[in-house]
DNA sequence: CCTTGCCTATATAGGACCGACATATAACGG
DNA sequence: CCGTTATATGTCGGTCCTATATAGGCAAGG
């Protein structure tokens, strides 16, 4: 999916900048699987709003900058909809730390263990997350059943890293090892 | 991790062609969790061949096109592990079906079901390919570790799709309704 | 028999997207 | 008083992907 494509899902919920699409893209309930920065965001909106799928407003503020507020018009509802009917791109799953994990026998132990830590806090906060997010009022019954399908998910992860990865460990070298010692 | 690691950690395990890292970048033991196309590939292994990491010999075919082989030097396999040694960077999910998903409501069901099914199905697959993969002989502890890791996530995703997926549906419109029928 | 399509194999052009930076200001903490 | 954080918009360089070009082999089908 595309960032325009990102940008009008938000929208179709409510106005909002540049800058808060950024944050829900980052924070928000599709935070998990869907994420855009401000270098594709703000070309995109103003993509849309010359092809009329948006509309915006200049909301002067004291101090700070001006918000420019973004709507959706219903052409671009019905470009967001018809969207949808089409048929779906792949899921896209990149792992640095499981490439990293795959080559666990190269290197120090001290390295392997610790990586494996901080992989399972960000699964645990991931989850948390999550789990947040089902407990507030606001989610529509899509939203949960996405987000519950995520909890689901982080929640195996979890499990799966705290019984095995020990396992990994005992793979690595013992010896703290230097970088260079490829064998 | 960028093409150029991801180069370098398929060298390390043997030579191969760009033809062939593509490949093993799809359908290989790390296929289910990086990925990269011919047009990253290629410029990759000219500039990693540059730096003096990577070496080629060509081997003339009769009728096919030449096939350029690339071997790891040991300037290579020192880059690669000093790049092990690296903060990992952050993973990445993109999920166009849970975008789907979480506008489930605006949508006619028999789409919703549809979609569903086809996501089910691929699951399905990828826990497959990870189980036969296992079964390889040829996987060493690490690989295993992974791909077992891997297939704990896809199972549970299998698990919570057949479980939940008529709810997903009954939220669904049950009238076909038009694509420009946005409410 | 010939066309169509798929497989091997290398390579490039154009576009999508990200990370980092530039700019501006107000609030808060040390 | 100065650094950091937060709000807010936007650009630039570089990375990476999609689609395409080229080119011959093989297999199936009309």
Redesign the interface.
Known sequence: ?NVR??CL?IL?EGEATGYEIRRLSVEG??S????ASYGSIYPALAKLEDDGLVSSRIEPQDGKPARKVYSIT?AG??E???A??EP????????????????????PCE?VRS?LE??LN?TIEKKKRLIDLLEERTT????A??I???R??M???E???RT?MH??IT?ARSEPAK????E
Do not use: C, N
């Open positions: 999916m494509t990102l899902s179709y309930e599709s998990y699987f869907v994420e219903d509802r019905e967001f909809v018809a949808l009917h779906l791109a792949e899921e896209v799953f990149r792992s640095p730390f499981l490439l990293f994990a795959r080559f666990a026998h190269l290197l390295l990586r901080d992989q960000k529509s019954a899509s939203d059943w996405v519950s399908y995520g689901a998910i929640a195996v992860a499990q799966h890293m095995h396992e990994l793979l970088k260079d010692a490829a």
